[in-house]
Structure formats: structure tokens, C-alpha cells
């Protein structure tokens, strides 16, 4: 089936400015994704962006560049706005399945895409999402109203004659919760053009093992995070067969 990778990037990042063009370990954040995922042998690479320069950077690299709407680039905009704007202008040729890789989780490999996409091929699933095992349950969250804490999620379990309150059980005997992150999503197109969904109705999950590859990066904080593995050794170089790069795009 043709598959085609989806690769957002606005621009007017509020948490890190300028994020998607921030130089990580040589190499603008945003191609971090663009080079692995020319690896993959997608059938067309899309970067979506209402920006110049990001556009610019996909170019150099021989990626397409879609100019998404900026009623579509605001800080709540929904990937379903701009997919649903991409599909509909490629309307008379759309791949079967569409793969999301965010550059804000840089770390992700070749061969994790690869099986993510196959395991999402062998699902039955109408579409697949990266996760990891949470480190915190949702019963140890609080809401806080008229100055009082009310549980996010509440449940009592019943034990020796007890009726504990969930948010006072040991975390370590909590059901196993997983939380999404950036890395890759994957989903068959008809779930755009016929329920205007990114999802569908099933989900497989992909979990990851390896925070490293489903690091996102959100804030300052991540950035120097990502930063310290880069220093480290922990993450390998990107170093396939880059064209030349022409120095530093956003300070020109």
C-alpha cells in the first residue's frame, strides 16, 4: 500500500521558541526526522509548515513541502484541521495509510518506523500509536476545587475489611497505564476522508521500550536533556549521506 510521511512543523513554537529550527547536535531539530525517515522508502515525504524557512530546510533535503493554512497553525489546532486541508488538495491522489512523525521526538531510528509500520499492517487495527509505560497512575492525580483536592480518577479497592481510597494504594501494585508520546502514529487515509478522524475507531499499540527514541521535546528543559544524551554518546549521529548544508538557517 502507498504510504506517505507526514511531518508537522509550524512555526511560533510557544514553550521552545523557534523549536523546529533550534540546532540540536549540529543539525536543525527538524532534521533529526527528515533524515531517517528518508531511509524509510515512503512513497512521498510532506513536511507541513507555514514557515519559509522550515520549508527551505525540507527543500535542501528534496522533501516535499505542503504550506498549510495559518488557520491551521494556531497553538490548538487539531491534526485533523491540516490533514483534512492536505488530503483534500491531493484529493485525486492519496496514498492507502499516512504515517505522523513530530519532530519534537528527534531520537527515533529507521528500523523503529519500519516496525511500527509493519506491525501496524499485521494490527487489523484502524490505526497505530506510540506509548510508554506511565510512571505515575492516574489515581495519584488531583484536581483542586474551592481549595480542596478532588481525585482525577476516583476508585476505592476493598482489602482486609478496608475500603482504601486508590490514591492511598502503593503505586507499585497499579494497573499498567501508558501514556502517548510523539514518535509515530500511523492510519489508513480513509479514516480522514470518510469519518474526519486521525484514529478511527481501534488503535494498536505500539510501546516503546526506549525513552530515548520517544523523547519529546516540549520545553527548555527537554532541549538540554537532549542536548546532555547527545554529549554523552547515548544517541548515534545522523550522518546519512547529508547533502551540504549551508550553516545555520534561521540565523542567516
Sequence with gaps: MRNWALIPARAGSQRVKNKNLRILGGYHLIEWTILPTLRCNFDKVIVCTNSCVISEVAMMHGVD????????????SADIEWIDELFTYFKDDLPDIFTILRPTSPFRSPELILDAINKFDDSGCDSLRAVEKCSISPYKMWKIKQNQLIPFKKKTISQKGYQIPAHSYPTQHSADIYKQNACIEVSYTSNVTKMKSITGNSIYPYI???????????TEEDYKFAEFLIERGEIPKIIYSLPSKGGDLLNK
Excluded: A, K, P, W
Excluded at 513541502?65 to 497553538?75: K, L
Excluded at 516503546?208 to 516540549?218: F, K, P, S, W
Design 208 to 218: 516503546m521500550e526506549d525513552t530515548y527514541q520517544g523523547l519529546d521535546i516540549n
Design 65 to 76: 513541502v505542503f504550506r498549510r493554512s495559518h488557520s491551521n497553525c494556531e497553538s490548538n
